[in-house]
């Protein structure tokens, strides 16, 4: 929870008088790769959470131009082991250009 937006959550819940004192548990591109559905379930599993807020994204649009695969892996494979290994999760929204399907990759 190093990017943009996963910061701002994390600030906001810890900040907040209705989740001030949850147990949050961050994870970054550091931990592992959400794109290896291996170590995502060893996380989920170690951690056990009741929700889990998806915001792991390549949302750099010139990066996904450049590199296209790399952004399908990241953001489509990553978010499809998110939604079957981590139960109730709530999805971020990502720019809709940081999507490789719009480059006619499927």
Do not use: Q, Y
């Amino acid at each position: 929870a190093d990017g943009m937006l996963g910061s701002a959550l994390t600030a906001a819940l810890a900040d907040h008088p209705l989740t001030r004192g949850w147990s949050v548990k961050c994870v970054s591109v550091r931990d592992f790769d959400i794109s290896d559905a291996h170590a995502l379930r060893a996380s989920v599993r170690e951690f056990e959470p009741d929700v889990v807020v998806h915001t792991a994204a390549n949302a750099n649009v010139d990066d996904c131009e450049a590199d296209p695969r790399s952004a399908l892996r990241v953001n489509i494979h990553g978010t499809s082991n998110v939604a079957a290994d981590a139960g109730h999760w709530v999805p971020a929204e990502t720019r809709f250009e940081a999507l490789p399907g719009r480059f006619g990759i499927a």
